[in-house]
């Protein structure tokens, strides 16, 4: 098994490091932080470590997540052993702009201030190579204007966890047309459907690694 194979198995089990007690199966063993260490000691650059080791860890995870395989504890150790790793190798990549593909806006629109679901979903875009800007909950169309014109994203990622407040959806879309931003819009949630997305002219994304796929149509 490459050392690269080892940290992309290391992120999707969630083991950071040698000291780390999650997951018990693998207490004492070589974690994430170890494994780049042996990797940049190899002489394997910090780009190839981050898209062959971290990145295809927490694609592993987005899969997992989508299917029903695992769950939210499992997606949050899974990130913060990608975060150990990356840690050792931000003073390497400079000021990381040639290791990300992009910007993604994402928040949860305004009336609503549930963000497990849009914090998964940065987690896992994240992983995946994108920059995201996070509005946090409760934001109103405007922001949502205000942050594409500021950051120039691929896209723009909606989300909403009541019925009521997924009509909010629409009104911000109107006002990023209104603005004449023709950006991308991706939207998801609990009570979100395909019918609906297509009816507000948006994309449906069903878990946070349809996230990732509709980005890297986008990207193309």
Avoid: C
């Avoid at 999707?12 to 199966?25: L, V």
């Avoid at 896209?155 to 931003?181: C, D, K, P, W």
């Amino acid at each position: 098994m490459t050392v690269l194979l080892e940290i992309a198995e290391l992120v999707a089990a969630g083991h950071a490091e040698q000291g780390s007690k999650f997951p018990p199966a693998l207490l004492g063993q070589p974690g994430v932080v170890e494994k780049v260490t042996e990797a940049l000691e190899a002489g394997l650059s910090p780009e190839q470590i981050l898209h062959e080791g971290l990145m295809a860890g927490m694609e592993v995870v987005g899969r997992r997540f989508g299917a029903g395989e695992i769950f939210v504890p499992e997606v949050l150790m899974a990130s913060k052993a990608m975060k150990a790793g990356m840690e050792l190798l931000k003073p390497l990549l400079g000021s990381g702009a040639a290791s990300r593909k992009g910007v993604f806006v994402l928040g949860t629109v305004l009336g609503d201030v549930h963000d497990i679901g849009k914090n998964l979903v940065r987690m896992i875009v994240e992983g995946a190579g994108w920059e995201v800007i996070d509005l946090g909950t409760n934001v109103a169309p405007e922001r949502f204007v205000e942050a594409v014109r500021d950051y120039r994203p691929v896209a723009v990622g909606l989300s909403a966890l009541l019925t009521t407040t997924m009509q909010q959806m629409s009104g911000v879309i109107a006002a990023l047309r209104s603005a004449q931003l023709e950006v991308p819009v991706i939207v998801g949630g609990a009570p979100v459907n395909e019918r609906f997305a297509s009816e507000i002219g948006a994309a449906y994304g069903r878990d946070p690694q349809a996230a990732v796929t509709f980005l890297a149509r986008q990207y193309k």
